[in-house]
Protein backbone atom coordinates (compact mmCIF):
# COMPACT_ATOMS: atom_id res chain seq x y z
CA UNK A 1 0.00 0.00 0.00
CA UNK A 2 1.54 3.26 -0.90
CA UNK A 3 1.41 6.05 1.22
CA UNK A 4 -1.11 9.27 0.33
CA UNK A 5 2.05 11.50 -0.77
CA UNK A 6 2.93 8.43 -2.87
CA UNK A 7 0.10 8.95 -4.06
CA UNK A 8 -0.30 12.84 -5.19
CA UNK A 9 3.89 13.15 -5.95
CA UNK A 10 2.68 10.41 -9.02
CA UNK A 11 -0.64 11.31 -9.68
CA UNK A 12 1.06 14.87 -10.07
CA UNK A 13 3.82 13.40 -11.98
CA UNK A 14 1.35 11.16 -14.08
CA UNK A 15 -0.51 14.67 -15.57
CA UNK A 16 2.70 16.50 -15.65
CA UNK A 17 4.77 14.06 -18.12
CA UNK A 18 1.18 13.03 -20.15
CA UNK A 19 0.94 16.88 -20.85
CA UNK A 20 4.60 16.95 -21.67
CA UNK A 21 4.35 14.31 -24.17
CA UNK A 22 1.79 15.23 -26.31
CA UNK A 23 3.06 18.66 -26.74
CA UNK A 24 6.32 16.57 -27.52
CA UNK A 25 4.39 14.20 -29.72
CA UNK A 26 2.65 16.87 -31.41
CA UNK A 27 5.86 19.01 -31.59
CA UNK A 28 7.95 16.00 -33.60
CA UNK A 29 5.22 15.67 -36.18
CA UNK A 30 4.94 18.80 -37.40
CA UNK A 31 8.38 19.63 -37.76
CA UNK A 32 8.75 16.17 -39.58
CA UNK A 33 5.34 16.88 -41.88
CA UNK A 34 4.00 13.45 -40.94
CA UNK A 35 0.65 15.47 -39.95
CA UNK A 36 -1.07 18.42 -38.63
CA UNK A 37 -0.14 20.21 -35.87
CA UNK A 38 -3.47 19.08 -33.50
CA UNK A 39 -3.39 15.66 -32.84
CA UNK A 40 -6.61 15.24 -33.76
CA UNK A 41 -6.42 15.96 -37.44
CA UNK A 42 -2.95 13.42 -37.21
CA UNK A 43 -3.61 10.54 -39.79
CA UNK A 44 -4.93 7.24 -38.24
CA UNK A 45 -1.92 5.07 -38.04
CA UNK A 46 0.34 7.78 -36.15
CA UNK A 47 -2.96 8.72 -34.01
CA UNK A 48 -4.12 4.96 -33.26
CA UNK A 49 0.00 4.90 -32.05
CA UNK A 50 -0.58 7.76 -30.30
CA UNK A 51 -3.54 6.31 -28.36
CA UNK A 52 -1.59 3.09 -27.43
CA UNK A 53 1.13 5.31 -25.96
CA UNK A 54 -1.21 7.16 -23.61
CA UNK A 55 -3.02 4.45 -22.21
CA UNK A 56 0.37 2.33 -21.71
CA UNK A 57 1.51 5.53 -19.91
CA UNK A 58 -1.93 5.59 -17.96
CA UNK A 59 -1.99 1.92 -17.28
CA UNK A 60 1.54 2.22 -16.34
CA UNK A 61 0.52 5.03 -13.64
CA UNK A 62 -2.41 2.89 -12.12
CA UNK A 63 -0.40 0.21 -11.99
CA UNK A 64 2.11 2.21 -10.09
CA UNK A 65 -0.46 3.24 -7.14
CA UNK A 66 -1.13 -0.30 -7.07
CA UNK A 67 -4.41 -0.78 -8.99
CA UNK A 68 -5.68 -3.91 -9.65
CA UNK A 69 -6.47 -4.84 -13.24
CA UNK A 70 -10.18 -4.59 -13.34
CA UNK A 71 -10.18 -1.17 -11.62
CA UNK A 72 -7.55 -0.23 -14.12
CA UNK A 73 -9.74 -1.30 -17.07
CA UNK A 74 -12.94 -0.09 -15.39
CA UNK A 75 -10.80 4.06 -15.04
CA UNK A 76 -9.66 3.48 -18.67
CA UNK A 77 -12.83 2.58 -20.42
CA UNK A 78 -14.13 5.94 -18.22
CA UNK A 79 -11.35 8.12 -19.67
CA UNK A 80 -11.82 6.64 -22.87
CA UNK A 81 -15.69 7.68 -22.74
CA UNK A 82 -14.87 11.23 -21.56
CA UNK A 83 -11.48 11.21 -24.61
CA UNK A 84 -14.94 10.03 -26.93
CA UNK A 85 -16.97 13.22 -26.72
CA UNK A 86 -13.56 15.41 -26.74
CA UNK A 87 -12.99 15.74 -22.98
CA UNK A 88 -9.46 15.68 -21.60
CA UNK A 89 -8.15 11.88 -21.19
CA UNK A 90 -5.81 12.69 -18.20
CA UNK A 91 -7.85 14.36 -16.15
CA UNK A 92 -10.21 11.42 -17.25
CA UNK A 93 -7.96 8.89 -15.32
CA UNK A 94 -6.42 11.01 -12.67
CA UNK A 95 -9.94 11.89 -11.28
CA UNK A 96 -11.32 8.41 -11.05
CA UNK A 97 -8.10 7.09 -9.63
CA UNK A 98 -8.14 9.67 -6.81
CA UNK A 99 -11.77 8.36 -6.34
CA UNK A 100 -10.90 5.28 -6.04
CA UNK A 101 -7.65 5.57 -4.06
CA UNK A 102 -9.66 7.98 -1.15
CA UNK A 103 -13.12 6.13 -1.41
CA UNK A 104 -14.12 5.45 1.74
CA UNK A 105 -13.01 9.11 2.95
CA UNK A 106 -14.41 10.35 0.04
CA UNK A 107 -17.08 8.98 -1.87
CA UNK A 108 -20.60 9.02 -0.13
CA UNK A 109 -23.57 7.01 -0.89
CA UNK A 110 -26.75 7.05 0.84
CA UNK A 111 -25.58 4.06 3.21
CA UNK A 112 -22.13 5.97 3.77
CA UNK B 1 -18.22 -17.05 -17.33
CA UNK B 2 -15.30 -16.87 -15.13
CA UNK B 3 -14.90 -13.41 -16.51
CA UNK B 4 -18.43 -12.73 -15.43
CA UNK B 5 -18.20 -13.85 -11.69
CA UNK B 6 -15.02 -11.73 -11.52
CA UNK B 7 -16.94 -8.76 -12.46
CA UNK B 8 -19.46 -9.44 -9.88
CA UNK B 9 -17.18 -9.96 -7.52
CA UNK B 10 -15.58 -6.48 -8.46
CA UNK B 11 -18.77 -4.86 -7.94
CA UNK B 12 -19.50 -6.14 -5.16
CA UNK B 13 -15.86 -5.75 -3.01
CA UNK B 14 -15.77 -2.42 -4.97
CA UNK B 15 -19.44 -0.69 -4.43
CA UNK B 16 -18.74 2.66 -3.56
CA UNK B 17 -16.31 2.85 -6.53
CA UNK B 18 -19.05 1.42 -8.76
CA UNK B 19 -21.85 3.98 -7.40
CA UNK B 20 -18.88 6.85 -8.10
CA UNK B 21 -18.36 5.22 -11.60
CA UNK B 22 -21.99 4.80 -12.70
CA UNK B 23 -22.89 8.50 -11.25
CA UNK B 24 -19.24 10.12 -12.51
CA UNK B 25 -20.55 8.82 -16.26
CA UNK B 26 -24.16 9.22 -16.41
CA UNK B 27 -23.24 13.01 -14.97
CA UNK B 28 -20.81 13.90 -17.91
CA UNK B 29 -22.98 12.53 -20.81
CA UNK B 30 -26.21 14.44 -19.63
CA UNK B 31 -23.58 17.65 -19.27
CA UNK B 32 -22.33 17.10 -22.62
CA UNK B 33 -25.16 16.56 -23.94
CA UNK B 34 -26.80 20.12 -22.78
CA UNK B 35 -23.24 21.88 -23.47
CA UNK B 36 -23.40 19.88 -27.09
CA UNK B 37 -27.02 20.92 -27.68
CA UNK B 38 -26.10 24.88 -26.98
CA UNK B 39 -23.03 25.08 -29.22
CA UNK B 40 -25.59 23.11 -31.84
CA UNK B 41 -27.97 25.77 -31.12
CA UNK B 42 -25.52 28.67 -31.54
CA UNK B 43 -24.30 27.59 -34.58
CA UNK B 44 -27.63 27.42 -36.46
CA UNK B 45 -28.30 31.55 -35.45
CA UNK B 46 -24.82 32.01 -36.24
CA UNK B 47 -23.37 33.36 -33.62
CA UNK B 48 -20.47 32.41 -31.06
CA UNK B 49 -21.08 30.74 -27.66
CA UNK B 50 -21.57 33.09 -24.31
CA UNK B 51 -18.63 30.95 -22.51
CA UNK B 52 -16.10 31.74 -24.96
CA UNK B 53 -17.21 35.05 -25.43
CA UNK B 54 -16.50 36.07 -21.50
CA UNK B 55 -13.84 34.23 -21.48
CA UNK B 56 -12.03 35.87 -24.47
CA UNK B 57 -13.44 39.50 -22.56
CA UNK B 58 -11.81 38.89 -19.48
CA UNK B 59 -8.80 37.66 -21.60
CA UNK B 60 -8.33 41.13 -22.73
CA UNK B 61 -8.86 42.54 -19.69
CA UNK B 62 -6.29 40.64 -18.32
CA UNK B 63 -3.79 41.00 -21.01
CA UNK B 64 -4.59 45.32 -20.96
CA UNK B 65 -3.43 45.03 -16.88
CA UNK B 66 -0.90 43.29 -17.82
CA UNK B 67 -0.05 46.16 -19.76
CA UNK B 68 -0.69 45.68 -23.59
CA UNK B 69 -1.38 48.79 -24.51
CA UNK B 70 -3.59 49.09 -27.76
CA UNK B 71 -5.18 45.80 -26.89
CA UNK B 72 -8.41 45.05 -28.95
CA UNK B 73 -10.83 42.37 -29.23
CA UNK B 74 -13.28 41.09 -31.93
CA UNK B 75 -15.47 38.16 -31.50
CA UNK B 76 -16.76 36.41 -34.86
CA UNK B 77 -19.13 33.44 -35.00
CA UNK B 78 -16.08 30.90 -34.73
CA UNK B 79 -13.84 32.16 -31.92
CA UNK B 80 -12.88 36.07 -30.84
CA UNK B 81 -8.88 37.58 -31.25
CA UNK B 82 -7.72 39.77 -28.83
CA UNK B 83 -4.21 41.35 -28.21
CA UNK B 84 -2.73 44.11 -30.98
CA UNK B 85 -3.03 44.59 -34.32
CA UNK B 86 -0.53 41.83 -36.36
CA UNK B 87 -0.27 39.91 -32.86
CA UNK B 88 -3.58 38.65 -32.31
CA UNK B 89 -4.67 35.38 -30.29
CA UNK B 90 -7.45 33.42 -31.37
CA UNK B 91 -9.95 31.99 -28.59
CA UNK B 92 -11.76 29.47 -29.93
CA UNK B 93 -14.61 27.10 -28.18
CA UNK B 94 -11.78 24.17 -27.80
CA UNK B 95 -10.07 27.33 -25.45
CA UNK B 96 -12.80 27.89 -23.60
CA UNK B 97 -12.01 25.45 -20.40
CA UNK B 98 -15.80 24.17 -19.98
CA UNK B 99 -14.93 21.01 -21.20
CA UNK B 100 -12.62 20.18 -17.91
CA UNK B 101 -14.95 21.92 -15.79
CA UNK B 102 -17.65 19.22 -17.04
CA UNK B 103 -15.30 16.42 -15.98
CA UNK B 104 -14.75 17.83 -12.39
CA UNK B 105 -18.40 18.84 -11.95
CA UNK B 106 -19.21 15.23 -13.09
CA UNK B 107 -16.28 14.14 -10.30
CA UNK B 108 -18.23 16.23 -7.70
CA UNK B 109 -21.53 14.76 -9.10
CA UNK B 110 -19.56 10.69 -9.07
CA UNK B 111 -18.72 11.44 -4.89
CA UNK B 112 -21.65 13.12 -3.94
CA UNK B 113 -24.19 12.77 -5.67
CA UNK B 114 -26.94 15.78 -7.24
CA UNK B 115 -27.40 17.86 -3.68
CA UNK B 116 -26.77 21.60 -2.62
CA UNK B 117 -23.17 20.84 -1.60
CA UNK B 118 -22.44 19.46 -4.68
CA UNK B 119 -24.14 21.97 -6.65
CA UNK B 120 -22.51 24.62 -4.74
CA UNK B 121 -18.73 23.02 -5.03
CA UNK B 122 -19.25 22.95 -9.46
CA UNK B 123 -20.03 26.85 -8.94
CA UNK B 124 -16.79 27.20 -7.33
CA UNK B 125 -14.71 24.84 -9.74
CA UNK B 126 -16.36 27.06 -12.80
CA UNK B 127 -15.31 29.64 -11.16
CA UNK B 128 -11.71 28.62 -10.34
CA UNK B 129 -11.17 26.88 -13.21
CA UNK B 130 -12.73 29.79 -15.92
CA UNK B 131 -10.11 32.14 -13.41
CA UNK B 132 -7.13 29.83 -14.17
CA UNK B 133 -8.00 30.06 -17.90
CA UNK B 134 -8.77 33.61 -18.08
CA UNK B 135 -5.01 34.30 -16.18
CA UNK B 136 -3.28 32.07 -19.02
CA UNK B 137 -4.72 33.21 -21.82
CA UNK B 138 -4.22 37.04 -20.82
CA UNK B 139 -0.68 36.08 -20.20
CA UNK B 140 -0.21 34.17 -23.79
CA UNK B 141 -1.43 37.58 -25.14
CA UNK B 142 0.87 39.37 -22.36
CA UNK B 143 3.90 37.18 -23.71
CA UNK B 144 3.00 37.80 -27.34
CA UNK B 145 2.86 41.20 -27.32
CA UNK B 146 6.44 41.25 -25.67
CA UNK B 147 7.99 39.04 -28.42
CA UNK B 148 10.74 36.39 -27.69
CA UNK B 149 10.74 32.71 -26.97
CA UNK B 150 8.97 33.04 -24.05
CA UNK B 151 5.51 32.96 -25.96
CA UNK B 152 6.24 29.80 -28.11
CA UNK B 153 7.54 27.73 -25.01
CA UNK B 154 4.42 29.17 -22.30
CA UNK B 155 2.40 27.98 -25.19
CA UNK B 156 3.60 24.55 -25.65
CA UNK B 157 4.84 23.36 -22.12
CA UNK B 158 2.79 25.62 -19.99
CA UNK B 159 -0.73 27.06 -21.47
CA UNK B 160 -2.42 23.11 -21.04
CA UNK B 161 -0.49 22.39 -18.18
CA UNK B 162 -1.94 25.69 -16.15
CA UNK B 163 -5.56 24.75 -17.32
CA UNK B 164 -5.23 20.90 -15.68
CA UNK B 165 -3.06 22.14 -12.61
CA UNK B 166 -5.87 23.90 -11.73
CA UNK B 167 -8.18 20.92 -11.45
CA UNK B 168 -5.30 18.89 -9.50
CA UNK B 169 -5.40 22.14 -6.75
CA UNK B 170 -8.99 21.68 -6.74
CA UNK B 171 -9.18 18.10 -5.84
CA UNK B 172 -6.33 18.67 -3.55
CA UNK B 173 -8.40 20.90 -1.26
CA UNK B 174 -11.47 19.47 -2.03
CA UNK B 175 -11.56 18.44 2.09
CA UNK B 176 -11.07 21.87 2.65
CA UNK B 177 -13.75 23.12 0.55
CA UNK B 178 -16.22 20.38 2.03
CA UNK B 179 -15.50 22.03 4.99
CA UNK B 180 -16.09 25.34 4.32
CA UNK B 181 -19.20 23.83 2.47
CA UNK B 182 -21.10 22.18 5.34
CA UNK B 183 -20.42 24.98 7.37
CA UNK B 184 -22.31 27.43 4.98
CA UNK B 185 -24.89 24.78 4.34
CA UNK B 186 -25.83 24.02 7.72
CA UNK B 187 -25.87 28.28 8.95
Redesign the interface.
Given at each position: MITKRQF?IR??AY??VT??I??AIS?EFFRFQLGNFKIDDMAVEYKIGYAVLKIGIAWAYLRSIQFDL??IV?III?AL??RY????F???I???A???YL??S????RN? | MKFLVQLKHWRESNEKFFTFIVRFALAFLALTALYEAYLVYTTKIGELDLITYFISRGSFETARLLGVADCQWSCFYDGCYVGREGKMVNVLEGCNGLRLAIVYSAYIIGIGGLNLPSFLQMVIGFFFVQGFNVFRIGLLIALRDNGGDAYFYFLKYFFTLSIYSSVVLLWLIKPKLDGFILALTQK
Open positions: WTIVMVFSTELNALLIFAGPTMGAGPIALKDLIHTS | -
